[in-house]
């Protein structure tokens, strides 16, 4: 890996900012140059969301990422927005509980996760984020559990250290899901 | 004996002022309190814009000259720099503290600020040459309303003791004046009182001085003193407006409703 | 070497300066520079210093002008139309030789203009922003870890030539996180025996001033004012060089245009064209001497802005018009992109220049 581009997109709230930033602190942890950058202002109170992660084994140049190698979308108006700026033999992850068309990319590789609908059903509610960076990270063969163990730890705060556990399992249940 | 001498906190040098202005006055007065209190050592005087402007060459305290209504705020950021070990005050005219420093003001009275403001109220702008005041009296003639305050085109005087009344913050606002013995005698121990309150930690104390501009006003000094027994004590009426400490918690002369 | 932690830009700023030994800040709400506010509210009052948020940009400068007049590291914070209020603050500070250091996340204008990034107040910066003949020192950062190290270098700065610093970032660099380590060694503060501390009956009083109402003293205050200018001018500009030794054509980018620029110039040289990057760190002083060096093999100089055209005018100063300049830019919150600058390398490298 040279350098990767990874735009997480959806509603605000759906905690894209912070899956993008455990990927960061994984990224970090594993000796790699990362940026991690949000849209901010008022669209983050509701409207699209997104945020650019950069991985790369040189120094990181501009931090926008423009056209992704890796798509995570997780509502129809991002994958409406993003899907045609993602590389050619890119990767697209979709919540397919909240998208229901498919994506239309022939050149592309796309991974369908009712991520929404898994954490309703494994008590996990509000963590489709992280059901979707399990798939993300086994896909990419990059599921290294020590890392992201000590990633979660450096994004969660003490405070709330009972959610350590359930990101974890969130996290997991992507890693197995299988279409 | 010596029964009268210049106060150790004001520098042996001719004040700028015009005659018969009570600007020295007041800066006698700051001066014996700080004396009298034993605080020049700590103290840290905010100079104005305005005629008052040179008040840094007068006290022989460390002193600041700030921008033009931002004496509050620079005070906020001195006292906050040494809480403990500094004495604050700010003196400032009418121009300064009731028009472009409102915002300033109010918001250190709010903040209940630990600092002395001394506000020399004689409703008109002196240093240039007497245009009208936030606290030009209606119909009053300066050199921008010349037929006279016309309430209808510039609206009303900004009464400050009254209007900072309001608020829960501060902790003393008294309205002085300086036109005769027994006045000056009061507006001393006001003015001690508002340095005391620092002292003892109580918080934002200002006192509001009805002072005279003979220059602008076009009166003999002494004409000038009678004036503000006339016109400026009726529409601003002298006393205490609040002291928390004593329980008097709102304007006393607002009539019962 | 410390631990590297993940951390906005404007964070970075906030730890840094605390790090640098600054107790007292006080600011306004804008955005995009929040964070540094809301990180100075949560740890300030357990460091016992001051976090007071002002009623207003103006007040919050006037405060900062406070404590530096009490001879303590001070900063405030703010985004380009704050600043534009406390402009009256800053030509106050420069006539009180008072340090203190302020921020600049800058975002489109002009006006209320819009919240996403820009650069478009390098000349407001540059030139002072307020009255009077006056500089300010002004570091542009490109990355959170110089977000750090120029605070701490800004503070150094201030102190060092009783003036302003300032850092002049914007919305992207300020909203990314990147990692970052607090492994610096910092300058204390020099002995500041002007400030206004109370004269404790052991000295004369100390004035804080930027009123003179001689015209023959305060022209010589200005005179001597702008030696020490030329002094900073003279040691304390600063580049940094990306493949410029023998580059045909090179651009000149700060800030985030930079970190677009880099990517731009990278692809350039892959597909054979000899591009460089200079990016001024300090846009006052700005580095002219780095200029003129490379103004002699150079063919064209591209300055990459998120502005209409401003420090363009700098690099066509520095050069002295030796080489043709030409402008790359977006504006209004829009950022360009490494195409957009790769292809103006081709452009010029096609059209060949001088």
């Given at each position: 890996m040279a350098t990767r581009e990874f735009l997480f997109a959806g509603f605000g709230g759906q905690g894209l900012l912070f899956s993008g930033k455990v990927l960061a602190y994984k990224g970090l942890i594993e000796d790699k140059n990362v940026s991690w950058l949000p849209s901010y202002g008022p669209e983050m109170r509701g409207g699209t969301a997104n945020c650019s992660v950069i991985l790369s084994d040189e120094p990181v140049g501009a931090p926008i990422v423009l056209t992704p190698e890796v798509l995570v979308a997780m509502n129809l108006p991002s994958l409406d927005k993003y899907e045609n700026t993602v590389r050619k033999g890119g990767i697209i992850l979709v919540d397919s509980s909240l998208i229901e068309r498919k994506v239309e990319r022939t050149d592309v590789d796309v991974y369908y996760v009712p991520a929404t609908k898994l954490a309703d059903e494994n008590g996990a509610g509000r963590l489709a984020n992280m059901i979707l960076m399990g798939k993300l990270l086994s896909v990419l063969d990059e599921y290294n559990e020590e890392t992201v163990s000590k990633a979660l730890e450096k994004c969660i705060s003490a405070r709330h250290a009972d959610m350590l556990d359930l990101n974890r399992k969130a996290m997991e249940i992507g890693r197995n899901y299988a279409e | 004996m010596i029964v009268f001498e210049r106060p150790k906190s004001l520098i042996d040098v001719p004040l700028h002022y015009c005659p018969g202005c009570t600007h020295g006055i007041v800066h006698r007065l700051v001066a014996e309190a700080i004396d009298e209190l034993g605080i020049e050592g700590k103290t840290v005087g905010i100079a104005p814009v305005g005629c008052s402007v040179m008040a840094y060459d007068y006290f022989n305290c460390d002193m600041i000259e700030a921008a033009h209504g931002r004496a509050p705020a620079v005070a906020t950021g001195v006292k906050r720099s040494d809480p403990d070990n500094l004495i604050v005050f700010t003196y400032q005219g009418d121009g300064d503290l009731a028009s472009i420093g409102t915002a300033e003001t109010v918001h250190a009275a709010a903040r209940n600020e630990n600092i002395t403001v001394i506000f020399i109220n004689n409703a008109i702008y002196g240093m240039t040459g007497g245009q009208m005041a936030p606290t030009s009296l209606p119909g009053q003639v300066t050199q921008t309303s010349p037929y006279g305050r016309d309430v209808n085109l510039c609206g009303y005087p900004v009464k400050i003791c009254e209007m900072l009344s309001e608020l829960e913050g501060p902790e003393y606002l008294e309205r002085v004046t300086v036109n005769s013995v027994k006045n000056v005698r009061n507006a001393k121990r006001a003015i001690k009182k508002a340095f005391q309150n620092q002292i003892d930690g109580k918080g934002f104390s200002l006192i509001e001085v009805i002072s005279s501009c003979p220059t602008n006003w076009g009166m003999t000094p002494k004409e000038a003193l009678q004036w503000i027994d006339d016109k400026m004590i009726p529409y601003y009426p002298l006393g205490v407006y609040k002291d928390r400490s004593a329980g008097i918690l709102c304007n006393p002369n607002k009539e019962e409703k | 070497?410390?631990?590297?932690?993940?951390?906005?830009?404007?964070?970075?700023?906030?730890?840094?300066?605390?790090?640098?030994?600054?107790?007292?800040?006080?600011?306004?709400?804008?955005?995009?520079?929040?964070?540094?506010?809301?990180?100075?509210?949560?740890?300030?009052?357990?460091?016992?210093?001051?976090?007071?948020?002002?009623?207003?940009?103006?007040?919050?400068?006037?405060?900062?002008?406070?404590?530096?007049?009490?001879?303590?590291?001070?900063?405030?914070?703010?985004?380009?139309?704050?600043?534009?209020?406390?402009?009256?603050?800053?030509?106050?500070?420069?006539?009180?030789?008072?340090?203190?250091?302020?921020?600049?996340?800058?975002?489109?204008?002009?006006?209320?203009?819009?919240?996403?990034?820009?650069?478009?107040?390098?000349?407001?910066?540059?030139?002072?922003?307020?009255?009077?003949?006056?500089?300010?020192?002004?570091?542009?950062?490109?990355?959170?870890?110089?977000?750090?190290?120029?605070?701490?270098?800004?503070?150094?700065?201030?102190?060092?030539?009783?003036?302003?610093?300032?850092?002049?970032?914007?919305?992207?660099?300020?909203?990314?996180?990147?990692?970052?380590?607090?492994?610096?060694?910092?300058?204390?503060?020099?002995?500041?025996?002007?400030?206004?501390?109370?004269?404790?009956?052991?000295?004369?009083?100390?004035?804080?001033?930027?009123?003179?109402?001689?015209?023959?003293?305060?022209e010589k205050t200005n005179i001597e004012r702008y030696q020490k200018y030329a002094l900073i001018e003279e040691k304390e500009a600063l580049a940094e060089e990306y493949m410029v030794e023998d580059a045909d054509i090179i651009i000149a980018a700060f800030g985030i245009a930079a970190r677009v620029s880099k990517n731009a110039v990278n692809e350039a040289r892959a597909s054979g064209i000899k591009a460089g990057l200079i990016r001024p760190i300090t846009l006052w002083p700005f580095p002219k001497a780095v200029f003129a060096k490379h103004a002699d093999h150079a063919k064209q100089i591209i300055s990459v802005e998120l502005s209409m055209g401003q420090m363009i005018e700098d690099v066509q100063l520095a050069t002295q018009c030796k080489v043709p300049v030409s402008l790359c830019y977006r504006v209004g919150g829009m950022i360009p992109t490494p195409d957009q600058v790769y292809q103006a390398i081709v452009e010029a490298n096609e059209k060949g220049g001088k």
């Open positions: - | - | 070497m410390a631990e590297k932690v993940l951390m906005k830009g404007n964070e970075a700023i906030a730890e840094a300066a605390i790090q640098a030994g600054c107790r007292h800040y006080f600011g306004y709400p804008i955005t995009p520079q929040t964070e540094i506010a809301a990180y100075m509210a949560k740890r300030m009052p357990k460091i016992g210093g001051t976090f007071l948020q002002a009623e207003s940009e103006i007040a919050a400068i006037n405060m900062v002008y406070g404590v530096a007049s009490a001879g303590k590291r001070v900063m405030t914070s703010s985004s380009s139309p704050g600043i534009s209020l406390k402009s009256e603050g800053l030509s106050y500070l420069a006539g009180a030789d008072l340090p203190a250091l302020v921020v600049n996340a800058q975002r489109g204008g002009p006006g209320l203009g819009g919240i996403q990034p820009s650069q478009s107040d390098y000349f407001q910066a540059t030139r002072g922003g307020g009255h009077g003949d006056y500089h300010m020192i002004v570091l542009a950062p490109s990355s959170v870890q110089e977000m750090a190290q120029l605070t701490i270098r800004g503070f150094e700065l201030a102190d060092e030539y009783r003036m302003t610093a300032m850092i002049l970032a914007d919305g992207t660099i300020g909203q990314m996180m990147e990692p970052v380590s607090f492994d610096f060694e910092i300058k204390e503060a020099p002995a500041k025996p002007w400030a206004t501390t109370g004269t404790k009956m052991a000295r004369p009083h100390n004035v804080i001033n930027s009123l003179y109402l001689n015209a023959e003293l305060l």
